[in-house]
């Protein structure tokens, strides 16, 4: 934890990876003790800044995310956690990802990418 800038609310963002593809599946935050109990168990265990609340990936979904590795970016302020997530959804809108709105770098429109499965 020493290496880590956490922001004034203790957080920290994480960008979540499937290990074996590259694939960025979300971000999301995590404080001290999340960060904690997910090198414990290796279930991503995230903080959601909108329910005060720990929240364990999967645990009502079933779509869940094991960690494989985690990295601190180079300033101590972000990290990349690579898992194995099991289940198709890592989005809570059902997609495979969070990352389904694209901007057309043309027009500037913000559009759904139909590609991501829902």
């Known amino acids: 934890m020493k290496n880590l800038t956490f922001n004034e609310q203790g957080l920290i ?6 290990y074996d593809t590259g694939k960025v599946l979300m971000l999301a935050w995590m404080n001290a003790e999340s960060i904690r109990r997910t090198l414990a168990t290796r279930a991503m265990t995230y ?11 999967g645990e009502s979904s079933g779509n869940t995310q094991t960690l494989k590795l985690m990295r ?21 809108t059902l997609r495979s990802n ?4 694209e901007v057309d770098t043309v027009s500037s ?3 759904v990418n139909e590609s991501i499965p829902l």
């Open 72 to 92: 601190i970016d180079c300033d101590g302020d972000a990290l990349l956690c690579q898992v194995d997530q099991q289940g198709g959804a890592a989005c809570h």
């Open 98 to 101: 969070c990352f389904y709105f």
């Open 13 to 18: 963002p994480v960008i979540t990876q499937q």
């Open 109 to 111: 429109n913000v559009v």
């Open 47 to 57: 903080w959601s800044r909108s329910r005060q609340a720990f929240w364990v990936k």
